[in-house]
């Protein structure tokens, strides 16, 4: 008896002498990061309960307690579960606020401003174009809204107009499976063009005038994966955001206009010495934008300052790449041709695609084995800069690319990663330390760094070998990752 009273007597001691943790504090709103799209907010303290709900990136969360497991309670939409606390940040918010979810930007051709402070005579923090989501929305008063808006590495926070602002639906990204075409149609997945109107038209969210209006798409722009839902609407897409167009302003080859046959592809401008060509025989407008998908690969089209620029790329016995400029008309300014230097491989020997900023866009245009060219957007071809690859380049595979906020951009090459300025200088060429690695598929650039992902692991469905690199050059890591909705 007295053994057994020494024993609970020391161990109360212990107990009172043991530091008191004290519990984790939270904010009462926090804010879902560290996920790709979104979380699930589950029943139970489980990644195996019942997901109740998705939270997409950048939503706030209320009334949020400590759990255990690595989980938070809180509420969202009306509903009270738990999300692993990894994907949750503190916020300044309270729940007293109001919330209304993630936004997209609608309601206007090109783009809707961010302001310092809820007003139109206050300082623009930001342009944020037309589809976005903006993220961390609270609710004040005069009508305007607080949020985030995130571009590249950049993120911006401000106040922008409920006017142009609509619950951000995330089915957008994503085509409506449910829109099907009319008996008889052959308007089916097809690039358009706005016709017949003045300045521009509505994108609705409908198949009703009265619809509410998702963005305006000025005249001479371009529509794709065009569906003719009923004899007076067509459901297309247009700079991310999905919606209904009367059909009276959209035309395509075939459908109301007569078709262009694609004219054969001939050498009309040599790109080391840039020499242009004046002469426009047969070279297709604009609404024939369809006849370069059926012949080409890797089209690239992009609208910028009321000039529209497609790269058609076609296999033959050398790569061919031919880039045509159109203007507010639809008719050709310029075109730009060139021709691998090689025949045709595995490898990859010419690309192109669009860099820049929205203020100042640019035509990127690779030739393996020479280097980079930049051409300017507008009435003329103009050629900005040239990067030769003899200045330490030595690009010798296949090569894949992403944009940065600032204008430069990243391409990656075998097990290369290089960093180029918008004024075309090499500011950094680092290599990671797998030399087996090949076949770059896609750059991610997050807040901490960039990820460039390799299909180079075979027979492994959604695998991908991934390289990381710190936004100065230096290598860090490999490893192997699976790519998948969700958590």
């Known amino acids: 008896m007295k053994r057994m009273l020494s024993i ?28 790709s799209e979104w979380v699930s907010l589950r029943e139970d303290m489980s990644t195996s309960s019942k997901r109740l709900a998705k939270v997409y990136l950048g939503e706030l969360v209320t009334d949020c307690k400590m759990a255990y497991d690595g989980f938070i309670e809180c509420q969202f939409g009306g509903k009270t579960g738990y999300i692993q606390s990894k ?138 994966q065009c569906i003719q839902t009923s004899d007076s609407f067509i459901y297309c897409h247009y700079r991310g955001i999905y919606g209904y167009i009367q059909s009276q302003y959209l035309t395509a080859p075939g459908i109301n206009e007569p078709v262009i046959d694609y004219p054969e592809i001939v050498p009309q401008t040599d790109p080391q010495t840039d020499t242009a060509v004046n002469s426009f025989n047969n070279i297709p407008i604009l609404p024939d934008y369809a006849s370069f998908q ?36 639809n008719q050709p300014l310029w075109r730009l041709y060139a021709q691998s230097l090689e025949e045709l491989s595995d490898v990859v020997q010419l690309d192109a695609f ?40 030595n690009i010798t595979d296949s090569i894949t690319h992403t944009e940065d906020y600032d204008g430069s951009f990243f391409v990656a090459f075998s097990n290369v990663l290089m960093h180029i300025s918008p004024e075309g200088q ?7 330390e797998d030399s087996t690695l090949y076949w770059p598929v896609s750059i991610d650039i997050d807040e901490n760094g960039i990820s460039v992902f390799y299909d180079n692991v075979v027979d492994v469905s959604n695998t991908y070998t991934e390289a990381r690199f710190t936004f100065e050059g230096a290598f860090q890591y490999t490893t192997r990752r699976i790519i998948a909705e969700g958590e």
């Open 354 to 393: 669009v860099a820049g900023t929205i203020e100042d866009p640019q035509l990127i245009w690779y030739i393996n084995g020479l280097g980079f060219y930049s051409y300017s957007y507008g009435p003329a071809l103009q050629l900005r800069w040239f990067l030769p690859n003899e200045v330490g380049l």
């Open 426 to 432: 090499l500011l950094w060429r680092t290599e990671c």
């Open 87 to 224: 994907y949750l940040k503190d916020t300044d918010y309270s729940s007293g606020e109001s919330f209304p979810g993630n936004q997209m930007v609608v309601n206007v051709e090109e783009w809707a401003s961010m302001w310092d402070s809820p007003s139109t005579k206050s300082t623009r923090v930001t342009k944020v174009p037309v589809g976005s989501i903006v993220t961390s929305c609270v609710g004040t008063t005069g009508g305007f809204i607080l949020c985030e808006y995130k571009n590249g590495r950049k993120t911006y926070k401000g106040y922008i107009s409920t006017s142009y602002l609509k619950k951000a639906n995330y089915s957008a990204s994503t085509q409506n499976s449910k829109a099907t075409p009319i008996e008889g149609s052959s308007v089916d997945g097809i690039t358009m063009t706005v016709t017949n109107c003045n300045d521009w038209v509505s994108l609705r969210e409908k198949a009703s005038a009265s619809s509410a209006r998702l963005a305006k798409v000025p005249l001479g722009a371009t529509v794709d």
């Open 294 to 329: 059926q012949v080409g690969r890797n089209v690239v089209m992009e609208t910028y300052q009321g000039y529209t620029i497609i790269v058609q790329h076609v296999d033959n016995q050398f790569e061919e790449m031919l880039a045509v400029c159109y203007d507010l008309q």
């Open 8 to 35: 609970l007597i020391c161990l109360s001691l212990l107990y009172v002498l043991l530091p008191v943790v004290p519990a984790m504090a939270l904010s009462d709103v926090m804010c879902v990061t560290n996920c």
